[in-house]
C-alpha cells in the first residue's frame, strides 16, 4: 500500500515525557500544528501518571485553567517524526547533528518529505527531537460540554474506573494527602476528569524563543454533518513500536456532534489507546481531499459499564479559540496567533441528501420509563415501526410520545406490539395528528440485498436528548440469513448502542434496509460489541404492514409472531455441540 501523503504524515508525531533518572514515562500521539516552526499540539493525559496531588500543573488547571511554565521541569521530552531517511540515495543529503538548529532541520525534513513521502523506494526513519512544555489549558467549552453530555450520573466513563466529569471542578474532592493520593483510585478518576478537557503545546529546541502559530489553514466548519467522512492518523501504544504502529490510520464518519461550534465530535473511526492527540482530518485521503480539522481526546469510552465503540475528539477550532483565550490573558507567554489570510478550505462539507431525508424518518419514542428510535415508515398515513421492547412499560392502545425531527413532540397511539420472547421484535404505532407531516419523504425500502455493502445505522443512541440529531454510524452489511427464500436477518459492523433500537439500517443512498433490533452480549462476562448488530429486513416489516393498511384489521399483524423453531434459534443464537455463550440484546 502506498504511504501517507507527505502533508499528512507531516502532521503526526508522537510525544513521549519521561522522569530523568527513572523508569516513569508516558506517550501518545501529537498534531504538529506550525509548518515552519515546528509547534506540536497533544492532548493533557500524557501527564496523568506523573501527576500528584501537589503537582504544579494540577493546582494551576485546578485555580486559573492554563499552566504557561514548563510544569515538569524534571522530566525529558521527546517528539519522533516519520519522515524519509536523510542521506539516502534518493534523498538530498542533508548535515543533521546535535549543534544543528533542530528546526532548520525539521524544515527541510517536512520540504524533502513532501516530494518523496509518495514513493515506496524511499526508506523511513525516525527522528527524535528535543522538545520543552511551552502551555497547557483547559478549554472551558468542552469542558462543559462533556459535563452536561457526558456526566458520570448517567453511567460515562473514560477509563477502567468511572471519572466523574461533573466533580472535576470540586477541589474538595481531591484527596489531601499526596502519600494517599498515590494510591487512592478515587485520585486517578479526578485526574481523568481534571485533564479530559485540556491540552498541551511543545516546542522543539532550538525554536525562536518566541512562536507564531498561523491558523489559517485550520479547519472551521460552520456545521458538521452526521456522517461526514473522516480519518484519525495516530499512533497506538504510542512509543511502544512506532516501526510497527507509527502514523496507523483509521477512517470513520461523524457519528454525532455537540457545544458550541460543534467542539465535541463523537466518531466511530477504531481508536486506541495511545492515538490521544492524533490529528482528526475531515474528508477522504484517498484524493487529497481533506482538512485538519480535530484532536482526539479519548479513543476509549464506556456506559454504565458498556464500551460503546465511538472515539471522542474537540474541534481543531475550539481547541485554537480556547488557546487564543489563555494567550490573551497572560502577558509573558511566548506564543501568538496569527491568520495570514481567509481560511482556504481544502475541503467543502456537504451533506449527503440521501441520508438527510433517512434521518427526517428517524423519530424518538418515550413510552414511560423507556425511550428508543422508531422508523417513521409512512408519514402520509401516520404509521411509525419500533421495536416492542422499545414500548415495553405500555399496554397496547395506550397513549405514547413521538419526537419528529423538525416539527416536535407528537402523541401516537401502540396499536400493536409482539410479546417478550418472540422471533421478532416489532411494534407498531400510530401518530394522531400527522397531516403536517405530509411533507416528509417516505424511504424507499431496498429489496436486494448484499453482503459487504456499505450501510448507515441511524437512532438516538447512547441519548434521548431531542437537542441532539440522530447518531450516524457506518459499517457494512456483514452477513444476511434466510429461510423458505425469505431474509429473516441482517447483520451490521455499523457501532449500535442502546437507544438505537427500532431504528434503520440504510443504503448509503438512503434506502431502508433492515429496522435495528439487538447486538451480541457475551453471556458469561455480560460484554456486549457494538460491532455485531442485527436487525429485522423491511420485507418482513413491510408484508404484514401493507396487508394490515388496507384491511385495518389487527390479525394482518399476525405473521409478526413467526413461530418457525429454525428462525427462532437463529434469533437466540441458539447453537448445538459448539458450547457458544452468547445472546442477543435489546439496545435499551
Same mark, same amino acid.
Request: proline content about 5%; aromatic content about 6%.
Given at each position: 500500500?502506498?504511504?501517507?501523503?507527505?502533508?499528512? %504524515?507531516?502532521?503526526?508525531?508522537?510525544?513521549?515525557?519521561?522522569?530523568?533518572?527513572?523508569?516513569?514515562?508516558?506517550?501518545?500521539?501529537?498534531?504538529?500544528?506550525?509548518?515552519?516552526?515546528?509547534?506540536?499540539?497533544?492532548?493533557?493525559?500524557?501527564?496523568?501518571?506523573?501527576?500528584?496531588?501537589?503537582?504544579?500543573?494540577?493546582?494551576?488547571?485546578?485555580?486559573?485553567?492554563?499552566?504557561?511554565?514548563?510544569?515538569?521541569?524534571?522530566?525529558?521530552?521527546?517528539?519522533?517524526?516519520?519522515?524519509?531517511?536523510?542521506?539516502?540515495?534518493?534523498?538530498?543529503?542533508?548535515?543533521?547533528?546535535?549543534?544543528?538548529?533542530?528546526?532548520?532541520?525539521?524544515?527541510?525534513?517536512?520540504?524533502?518529505?513532501?516530494?518523496?513521502?509518495?514513493?515506496?523506494?524511499?526508506?523511513?526513519?525516525?527522528?527524535?527531537?528535543?522538545?520543552?512544555?511551552?502551555?497547557?489549558?483547559?478549554?472551558?467549552?468542552?469542558?462543559?460540554?462533556?459535563?452536561?453530555?457526558?456526566?458520570?450520573?448517567?453511567?460515562?466513563?473514560?477509563?477502567?474506573?468511572?471519572?466523574?466529569?461533573?466533580?472535576?471542578?470540586?477541589?474538595?474532592?481531591?484527596?489531601?494527602?499526596?502519600?494517599?493520593?498515590?494510591?487512592?483510585?478515587?485520585?486517578?478518576?479526578?485526574?481523568?476528569?481534571?485533564?479530559?478537557?485540556?491540552?498541551?503545546?511543545?516546542?522543539?529546541?532550538?525554536?525562536?524563543?518566541?512562536?507564531?502559530?498561523?491558523?489559517?489553514?485550520?479547519?472551521?466548519?460552520?456545521?458538521?454533518?452526521?456522517?461526514?467522512?473522516?480519518?484519525?492518523?495516530?499512533?497506538?501504544?504510542?512509543?511502544?513500536?512506532?516501526?510497527?504502529?507509527?502514523?496507523?490510520?483509521?477512517?470513520?464518519?461523524?457519528?454525532?456532534?455537540?457545544?458550541?461550534?460543534?467542539?465535541?465530535?463523537?466518531?466511530?473511526?477504531?481508536?486506541?489507546?495511545?492515538?490521544?492527540?492524533?490529528?482528526?482530518?475531515?474528508?477522504?485521503?484517498?484524493?487529497?481531499?481533506?482538512?485538519?480539522?480535530?484532536?482526539?481526546?479519548?479513543?476509549?469510552?464506556?456506559?454504565?459499564?458498556?464500551?460503546?465503540?465511538?472515539?471522542?475528539?474537540?474541534?481543531?477550532?475550539?481547541?485554537?479559540?480556547?488557546?487564543?483565550?489563555?494567550?490573551?490573558?497572560?502577558?509573558?507567554?511566548?506564543?501568538?496567533?496569527?491568520?495570514?489570510?481567509?481560511?482556504?478550505?481544502?475541503?467543502?462539507?456537504?451533506?449527503?441528501?440521501?441520508?438527510?431525508?433517512?434521518?427526517?424518518?428517524?423519530?424518538?419514542?418515550?413510552?414511560?420509563?423507556?425511550?428508543?428510535?422508531?422508523?417513521?415508515?409512512?408519514?402520509?398515513?401516520?404509521?411509525?415501526?419500533?421495536?416492542?421492547?422499545?414500548?415495553?412499560?405500555?399496554?397496547?392502545?395506550?397513549?405514547?410520545?413521538?419526537?419528529?425531527?423538525?416539527?416536535?413532540?407528537?402523541?401516537?397511539?401502540?396499536?400493536?406490539?409482539?410479546?417478550?420472547?418472540?422471533?421478532?421484535?416489532?411494534?407498531?404505532?400510530?401518530?394522531?395528528?400527522?397531516?403536517?407531516?405530509?411533507?416528509?419523504?417516505?424511504?424507499?425500502?431496498?429489496?436486494?440485498?448484499?453482503?459487504?455493502?456499505?450501510?448507515?445505522?441511524?437512532?438516538?443512541?447512547?441519548?434521548?436528548?431531542?437537542?441532539?440529531?440522530?447518531?450516524?454510524?457506518?459499517?457494512?452489511?456483514?452477513?444476511?440469513?434466510?429461510?423458505?427464500?425469505?431474509?429473516?436477518?441482517?447483520? %451490521?459492523?455499523?457501532?449500535?448502542?442502546?437507544?438505537?433500537?427500532?431504528?434503520?439500517?440504510?443504503?448509503?443512498?438512503?434506502?431502508?434496509?433492515?429496522?435495528?433490533?439487538?447486538?451480541?452480549?457475551?453471556?458469561?462476562?455480560?460484554?456486549?460489541?457494538?460491532?455485531?448488530?442485527?436487525?429485522?429486513?423491511?420485507?418482513?416489516?413491510?408484508?404484514?404492514?401493507?396487508?394490515?393498511?388496507?384491511?385495518?384489521?389487527?390479525?394482518?399483524?399476525?405473521?409478526?409472531?413467526?413461530?418457525?423453531?429454525?428462525?427462532?434459534?437463529?434469533?437466540?443464537?441458539?447453537?448445538?455441540?459448539?458450547?457458544?455463550?452468547?445472546?442477543?440484546?435489546?439496545?435499551?
Amino acid at each position: 500500500m502506498p504511504r501517507l501523503s507527505g502533508s499528512l %504524515s507531516n502532521k503526526a508525531c508522537i510525544v513521549k515525557i519521561q522522569k530523568e533518572n527513572s523508569d516513569l514515562a508516558s506517550s501518545s500521539s501529537g498534531t504538529v500544528l506550525d509548518k515552519n516552526a515546528g509547534l506540536v499540539l497533544t492532548h493533557a493525559s500524557i501527564f496523568q501518571s506523573l501527576l500528584t496531588s501537589k503537582s504544579k500543573l494540577l493546582q494551576q488547571i485546578e485555580t486559573s485553567g492554563y499552566c504557561i511554565d514548563d510544569p515538569f521541569p524534571e522530566t525529558c521530552v521527546t517528539v519522533t517524526l516519520e519522515l524519509p531517511k536523510a542521506g539516502d540515495s534518493n534523498t538530498k543529503q542533508m548535515e543533521i547533528n546535535q549543534s544543528t538548529n533542530y528546526s532548520s532541520w525539521f524544515i527541510d525534513l517536512r520540504k524533502t518529505a513532501n516530494s518523496l513521502m509518495g514513493n515506496d523506494e524511499v526508506p523511513m526513519q525516525h527522528y527524535d527531537i528535543k522538545g520543552e512544555i511551552m502551555c497547557v489549558w483547559k478549554c472551558e467549552e468542552l469542558q462543559r460540554t462533556l459535563i452536561d453530555l457526558l456526566p458520570s450520573s448517567e453511567g460515562w466513563k473514560f477509563s477502567e474506573d468511572p471519572p466523574a466529569l461533573d466533580d472535576a471542578s470540586k477541589t474538595s474532592d481531591r484527596p489531601k494527602s499526596e502519600a494517599n493520593a498515590s494510591n487512592d483510585s478515587n485520585f486517578d478518576i479526578y485526574k481523568t476528569s481534571l485533564l479530559l478537557p485540556c491540552f498541551a503545546i511543545i516546542k522543539l529546541e532550538g525554536s525562536p524563543r518566541h512562536m507564531t502559530v498561523d491558523f489559517t489553514e485550520f479547519f472551521v466548519p460552520q456545521m458538521l454533518f452526521k456522517g461526514q467522512e473522516l480519518f484519525v492518523i495516530g499512533t497506538p501504544f504510542g512509543e511502544m513500536s512506532p516501526s510497527v504502529f507509527m502514523n496507523s490510520m483509521s477512517k470513520g464518519v461523524v457519528a454525532n456532534s455537540s457545544g458550541p461550534s460543534d467542539c465535541l465530535i463523537l466518531t466511530d473511526a477504531r481508536c486506541i489507546p495511545g492515538t490521544e492527540g492524533g490529528p482528526l482530518f475531515f474528508g477522504s485521503p484517498c484524493h487529497n481531499d481533506y482538512s485538519l480539522g480535530g484532536i482526539i481526546i479519548c479513543p476509549l469510552c464506556w456506559k454504565n459499564n458498556e464500551w460503546i465503540g465511538l472515539s471522542l475528539a474537540c474541534s481543531l477550532h475550539e481547541v485554537i479559540v480556547s488557546l487564543a483565550t489563555v494567550i490573551s490573558s497572560v502577558k509573558d507567554i511566548n506564543l501568538s496567533l496569527t491568520s495570514s489570510s481567509v481560511p482556504d478550505m481544502s475541503v467543502s462539507l456537504h451533506e449527503n441528501p440521501s441520508l438527510a431525508k433517512a434521518m427526517q424518518c428517524v423519530v424518538l419514542i418515550s413510552a414511560k420509563h423507556c425511550w428508543g428510535s422508531g422508523i417513521y415508515i409512512d408519514p402520509q398515513q401516520g404509521y411509525v415501526v419500533t421495536c416492542s421492547h422499545v414500548v415495553k412499560a405500555i399496554a397496547v392502545n395506550s397513549k405514547v410520545s413521538i419526537y419528529v425531527p423538525h416539527f416536535g413532540w407528537s402523541e401516537g397511539s401502540l396499536l400493536f406490539k409482539t410479546a417478550p420472547g418472540e422471533v421478532y421484535d416489532i411494534a407498531l404505532l400510530h401518530i394522531c395528528v400527522h397531516k403536517k407531516h405530509s411533507n416528509i419523504q417516505r424511504l424507499r425500502c431496498q429489496s436486494n440485498i448484499a453482503q459487504g455493502i456499505d450501510v448507515y445505522s441511524i437512532g438516538y443512541a447512547l441519548f434521548s436528548r431531542t437537542s441532539m440529531a440522530p447518531t450516524v454510524t457506518r459499517g457494512i452489511l456483514s452477513k444476511y440469513s434466510q429461510a423458505r427464500g425469505q431474509h429473516i436477518m441482517i447483520q %451490521s459492523t455499523c457501532v449500535v448502542n442502546g437507544g438505537a433500537s427500532g431504528g434503520p439500517l440504510v443504503t448509503s443512498d438512503g434506502q431502508l434496509l433492515a429496522m435495528m433490533a439487538c447486538n451480541a452480549r457475551d453471556s458469561s462476562s455480560g460484554a456486549s460489541y457494538p460491532h455485531i448488530n442485527m436487525g429485522v429486513p423491511i420485507s418482513i416489516i413491510n408484508t404484514c404492514l401493507e396487508k394490515y393498511k388496507q384491511t385495518k384489521d389487527l390479525e394482518a399483524l399476525e405473521e409478526w409472531r413467526n413461530k418457525n423453531s429454525g428462525v427462532r434459534d437463529m434469533w437466540k443464537l441458539q447453537m448445538t455441540g459448539i458450547g457458544l455463550k452468547s445472546e442477543l440484546k435489546s439496545l435499551l
